[in-house]
């Protein structure tokens, strides 16, 4: 695993900067291009080099729902994003990067298909679909009668949290969770984590919704939250949380810390994601490993597929592994 100070030396910054921007300091003064590098630094440092086979050079467009700037407090998109940019540099693929919205500009390029990362409205997809057959979808599948997708089971990933807490008995499990929309705001999202969460315990005649906090998926959100779960429970808390992603986690982890709140002695929790910031927070964070980067690559392989002749739409999903640190029994 790479250390602290391998990040700082790439980073070209100090090892004291390193461990505050990974466990989101908010004291902290330094800018987001800084951020950005330190993160990006963790995250390459996490994979694995691999040989890919080279195709004569062409370009494809990367379309991401999240700017740089939220990419610092969700980092699950940004390590979706590299992995595509590793792959495509490995497969002889130029990419051109857009955020939502610059549909017009895409048509403008020469490109050979399409890699979308993030959640799109009805809308966006036509648009989408208007500029090239070729697309392959992250993290989301539209159609999976007309497009590829490379999409997380997190029904399943959520159920492994679940069984671990009550295979250890915990009687009370509390739920910190966040709720997107689509950028152009036309429809909300329902998210799979909170969705199964009340309806497998509620299965198990477990669940109390009155320990279900939803805000963004933000580390500031995960602070606010379990701040106000620990205000209003106080020593009927839940002894275990499930975080619907890791930023969550950290900011619910530092939340506990400052309320003087053991975890794991009193409190048990497990995020999901397993972003590069989950081994050095403290305790080092339990969370359901998504392979993120694997998306990343498979995303550039399957366009390969379609820009090669394939016609019939593949859906992918990749697995997800439970690991067991120190926020966690």
Known sequence: MATIKDIAELAGVSIATVSRVL????????????????????????YKKKQAKKLEAGKIALVQWYTEKEELEDL????IRLGVENQSRQMGFAISKYF??????????????????????????KDMAAITNHIVFVDTSPDEEQFDSIVIDFEKAT?????????????????????????????????????????????????????????????SDGHALMKKAIHEHGENLPTAFFAANDSLAVGALRA?????????????????????ISKYVFPSLSTVKVYTELMGETAVNTLAERIEGRKIAKKI?????????????
């Not at 330094?30 to 993160?39: A, L, P, Q, Y």
């Not at 699950?76 to 390590?79: D, E, G, I, L």
Request: no cysteine; hydrophobic share 35%; charged share 30%.
């Open 23 to 46: 466990n989101y300091d908010s004291t902290l003064s330094v800018g987001d291009e800084t951020k950005k590098r330190i993160f990006e630094v963790a995250e390459q440092l996490s």
């Open 159 to 219: 159920k492994k949290v679940l069984d671990h807490y009550l295979a250890l008995g915990h009687e009370s499990i509390g739920y910190i969770g966040g709720r997107e929309v689509f950028k152009d705001k036309q429809e909300a999202i329902e998210d799979p984590r909170e969705l199964t969460f009340k309806s497998y315990l509620s299965e198990k005649g477990r669940l109390n919704e009155a320990y279900m906090y939803v805000g963004e998926f933000t580390v």
């Open 100 to 125: 939502q919205d610059n549909y017009e500009d895409i048509k403008k390029d020469d490109i050979q298909g399409l890699i979308a990362i993030g959640k799109f409205s009805d809308q966006q997809i």
């Open 317 to 329: 999903t990749i697995t997800t592994q439970l690991v067991i640190r120190d926020s966690s029994a």
């Open 76 to 79: 699950y998109y940004m390590s």
């Open 256 to 276: 506990l810390l400052e309320e003087g709140i053991p975890v794991p002695g009193r409190v048990n929790i497990i995020g999901v994601n397993d972003i590069s």
